[in-house]
């Protein structure tokens, strides 16, 4: 029952801990309460895992502290992890804006990890409950007790309970005296008040490119919007949430790239004598409702130019503040965490606890839908992996 390294959690941070520590001969034990390694993966991406990005910046990461990421993301690259997935030849992918994933099932990440645990010398070992670690990094579980010389805590966030997941880790890091910045859901759909929804329901369903923002900020994503009954999700409303704050208001532009009131204006001639919805191409529940914001009714040729430019500003600037978020039920990942303050970014060592170490989302490095947070959990497990 005693290691060199045991390891709290068979995630994708938990697992690259634990392989690249056994790897150099340490004596490692990963831990999950789960009864099969590496569920978060396992769903990502549709059930294709979305495994890596291949833009990995900087900016692509919130924190306090965004450049606490620089060094594990610099020394175990996007690059490097492709190169592994090639190794294991597992196919891939790329979609749009460098996200890469698997040809096939997701499961084939999370069996080579497995197996790299496995033939390193480590050990695995599920469906343990933990209930404590105490002084001397002595883990008791509902089963057994293990020690070892260093613990990597590799437990994730709050971010979708259903799968077990708690906020153990954050927990245990004020239980060895480290700060934590205040968490809260990320990459999760935003709600709205009843009134809001009155004209958001109608739409449910109703997909479109556009430009989400915050008013008053310069950060803006392009990307997929989705209609819902509860209010508004997609890829560029998930990554919107994560910076939006209570009170905030969000800006929308429902057809970005284009001008709407150009177009109307240029499709007077052969659309003239269609109802105005009918006349703009977007789809048709989305048109009605953008013509009803505008406060116009009528065929496309009887508007004037002043109609067309509130038709323009109904489709391209829609300012509307959120109630608030689905929270963690649906949320993707956590924001916050283990404060970087309180940890080495080239080891992931808490300063002040020898032999103690967070990785992953249990950190407070967040990053963008697409593959950014899978590599953060790849880097920063590698890390600690060389450390240990």
């Known amino acids: 029952m005693n290691w060199d390294v045991i390891v709290l959690g068979a995630g994708a941070a938990g697992l690259m801990a634990g392989i690249e520590a056994a790897r150099r001969g340490r004596r490692v034990l990963v831990i999950d309460h789960a009864k099969a390694p590496g569920e978060k993966i396992r769903i990502s991406g549709g059930g294709r895992c979305n495994f890596t990005n291949r833009q990995i910046a900087p900016d692509r990461f919130l924190s306090q502290n ?3 990421a620089l060094s594990a993301l610099n020394r175990y690259t996007q690059h490097d992890f492709i190169a592994r997935m090639n190794r294991a030849g597992i196919a891939w992918h790329e979609k749009t804006l460098g996200q890469l994933f698997c040809d096939g099932s997701a499961r084939q990440v999370v069996d080579m990890l497995v197996r790299d645990l496995s033939e390193a010398g ?7 409950r933990i209930l404590r670690v105490e002084s001397g990094f002595a883990v008791v579980t509902d089963q057994d007790t293990h020690r070892a010389a260093a613990l990597i805590v590799a437990t994730g966030g709050k971010s979708i309970p259903r799968m077990g997941a708690t906020g153990f880790g954050h927990a245990l890091a ?53 209609f819902t009954h509860r209010g508004l999700s997609g890829p560029s409303v998930l990554q919107i949430s994560s910076y939006w704050r209570e009170g905030q208001a969000i800006r929308v532009d429902l057809a970005a790239g284009r001008d709407i009131a150009a177009e109307a204006n240029a499709a007077r001639a052969e659309r003239g004598k269609r109802d105005l919805a009918n006349a703009l191409d977007l789809p048709e529940a989305l048109a009605r409702a953008v013509v009803a914001r505008a406060g116009l009714s009528g065929k496309l040729g009887e508007q004037s130019r002043a109609a067309l430019s509130a038709l323009g500003d109904a489709a391209h600037r829609w300012t509307l503040v959120p109630a608030g978020t689905e929270g963690w039920r649906t949320a993707e990942v956590t924001l916050g965490g283990v404060d970087t303050r309180d940890l080495d970014a080239k080891t992931m060592q808490a300063r ?3 032999g103690l170490y967070f990785v992953g989302e249990v950190v407070d490095v967040t990053g963008w839908l697409g593959g950014y947070n899978f590599q953060w959990a790849w880097s920063s497990g590698w890390a600690a992996g060389q450390a240990v």
């Open 122 to 128: 480590g050990q695995l070992l599920l469906g343990r």
């Open 352 to 354: 002040a606890v020898p």
């Open 66 to 68: 965004p450049r606490f």
């Open 174 to 226: 004020e239980q060895f005296g480290l700060r934590l910045v205040e968490t809260r859901p990320g990459l999760v759909p935003l709600t709205f008040t009843d009134s809001q929804l009155d004209g958001i329901r109608p739409l449910a369903g109703v997909s479109v490119q556009a430009r989400v923002g915050l008013e008053g900020a310069k950060i803006t994503f392009d990307e997929g919007l989705l």
